[in-house]
């Protein structure tokens, strides 16, 4: 941009600056170099020396070039003119650092800011023009910061991690497929356990040892200093630095972060963490007391805990997360009997939604419960019609009132005063009654589609117990296990002893009583034209099996084990 000059030839530095690394590999440093040049050129100024950030932000002055040329102006005091930059977002996006860290210096040392782009010079007018384009460039700024802000929380909380490591781990970075404008691969970091000098394995001992509650905070970080263990910057842990890695989620597979968008803790992606959540949390209440943990318990991933029960031992099936050979945690539940085996979280629910298939309230006993809550309904509306008629009829009551009131009035049989005391009292009573005639009319949003859709969700225990949360899924199986479940860990069968008697099973046809078909349990006593449960894997029936013939030519066989009764049918036609 051409401006008026003196003839007079002014010496000048030249400034450029991308901000990203992907821009260091285009062409607009030099695109700025080139215009630069040109307004030089046009405007008689000597550009004697050249600084350029690469790759850095304008947010601040901490730059390097920026802060060279800052110290070279103040060493030429009154020998440089001006400092020209492609446009002022070059040199700053801030008002308030470049007013404090870069226009004061300038200004000291009487040099003034020249931009090939906006019109800026020590006139009123030119003075304004810069402050103008510091606005927009920082509202840009701000705006763009916003962005990314959102971005990365959006990302976070699909559990990818945006912040650098913790201490004792390191980024992972997973390929999105996708590709920069530059050409290069885009990828997402999760994050996993830094090896060098075994620095994880150390951070992972020390947070299991605190939770042992025998070892004070400022103990843990004198063992920290004899096993070696240093900060990001190489110096000896601080007692802060050991109670903030105490206190990070992160080291139990979890992001806390207020910037997440729904503000819940979130799994991080493809990692396990350091020490389990119980670990986590009862570091927690070691620290704080009896504050609530900020990430969910064990029983979150662990919804049959205290439902199963091994079918060998009769004990409760427990869970745990114990670490593989590679150094990963492994969820599962498990039998504490000795010899018994365990399961896989994701094994053992699958099985158990497999079994829930296997469930469904029976025909009648949904047509019954059609029935029941038709006529309780029918009951409850016509209830409702009733209260809705005598409230109605107590509203036109109340008009009646009204105008016998203005009457009297009108015949001098009462004061206006009195007049209007009485509707006041009639009209709150009015609005009384309105507001209980709103109230029965929702009431009346019961309807026969409504009653159909709740019995249609009953014959989907499987999806209604994949669907909830952790709360409704435990009330779910209390209901239909009222006694436990029990599940035979080696052989991965399920069996009950007392169903809930709103459910019955779909059994399949041309079951054989060889044991090649599935097993399952029914209490001692209880006919099998009651209910009966089918599982998956088979189970072979022990010696001493008993034959019998069912309703509509039903066989089954039967034995006895550990007090429990396994079922095995054949030629179920219903």
């Not at 010899?339 to 025909?363: N, R």
């Not at 006529?375 to 016998?404: H, M, N, V």
């Amino acid at each position: 941009m051409l401006l008026m000059n003196d003839g007079v030839k002014r010496i000048a530095f030249g400034y450029t600056r991308v901000s990203t690394e992907e821009q260091t590999y285009g062409a607009s440093l030099e695109n700025q170099r080139l215009a630069i040049q040109k307004y030089a050129n046009q405007n008689d100024i000597e550009i004697i020396g050249w600084y350029t950030d690469a790759g850095i932000s304008a947010k601040t002055a901490h730059r390097p070039e920026l802060q060279k040329m800052l110290a070279d102006i103040a060493k030429r005091k009154g020998r440089i003119d001006h400092v020209v930059v492609y446009n002022v977002s070059r040199i700053s996006r801030d008002m308030t650092s470049f007013f404090n860290d870069i226009g004061f210096i300038l200004a000291k040392c009487g040099v003034t800011l020249r931009s090939t782009q906006e019109v800026i010079d020590e006139s009123p007018t030119g003075r304004f023009m810069l402050n103008i384009a510091l606005s927009v460039h920082q509202l840009d700024n701000d705006i763009k910061s916003k962005t990314v802000k959102d971005d990365m929380s959006l990302l976070a909380s699909y559990g990818w991690w945006m912040s650098q490591a913790p201490i004792g781990l390191k980024l992972k970075p997973i390929m999105t497929g996708e590709y920069t404008n530059d050409g290069k691969k885009k990828h997402h970091n999760t994050l996993e356990i830094d090896e060098t000098n075994d620095i994880g394995k150390n951070i992972q001992f020390l947070l299991n040892r605190f939770s042992e509650g025998d070892i004070a905070p400022m103990e843990l970080v004198n063992l920290a200093h004899k096993m070696g263990v240093n900060g990001k910057n190489g110096k000896p842990i601080t007692l802060n630095t050991m109670l903030g890695i105490l206190r990070q989620s992160v080291y139990a597979g979890y992001n806390t972060s207020k910037n997440l968008l729904d503000g819940k803790p979130t799994k991080i992606k493809d990692f396990d963490g350091l020490i389990d959540i119980d670990t986590y949390n009862k570091n927690q209440r070691i620290l704080s007391g009896k504050r609530a943990p900020l990430v969910p318990s064990n029983s979150e991933l662990y919804p049959l805990r205290k439902l199963l029960i091994c079918s060998k031992c009769g004990t409760l099936i427990r869970s745990s997360a114990p670490r593989s050979s590679a150094g990963k945690r492994s969820p599962r539940y498990h039998c504490t009997t000795k010899g018994h085996s365990s399961v896989p979280i994701e094994q053992m629910h699958q099985l158990f939604v497999d079994f829930l298939e296997e469930i469904t309230p029976s025909e009648g006993t949904i047509k019954l419960f059609k029935e029941i809550v038709k006529r309780t309904a029918a009951k409850k509306l016509g209830d409702t019609t009733r209260e809705l008629a005598q409230r109605r009829e107590a509203i036109s009551d109340i008009d009646k009132k009204l105008i016998e009131a203005v009457d009297a009035m009108l015949d001098g049989k009462i004061t206006i005063d009195d007049k209007n005391r009485y509707s006041e009292a009639l009209e709150q009573k009015r609005q009384d009654l309105r507001r209980e005639i709103d109230k029965l009319e929702r009431n009346q949003g019961l309807n026969e589609a409504t009653i159909d859709y709740v019995c249609n969700f009953m014959t989907k225990p499987a999806k209604l117990w994949k669907d909830a949360d952790l709360e409704t899924r435990q009330a779910f199986q209390k209901m239909l296990f009222p006694n436990g479940l029990h599940f035979d860990i080696k052989e991965k069968i399920f069996g009950t002893d007392d169903l809930s008697p709103l459910f019955s099973v779909i059994y399949n046809k041309k079951e054989s009583c060889d044991g090649s078909n599935s097993g399952v349990v029914i209490p001692e006593g209880v006919e099998p034209s009651i209910f009966w449960m089918r599982t998956r894997r088979p189970r072979p029936l022990d010696d001493g099996t008993n034959t019998a013939i069912l309703p509509d030519d039903g066989v089954f066989c039967k034995s006895k084990k550990h007090g429990i009764i396994y079922i095995t049918f054949s030629g179920i036609n219903r």
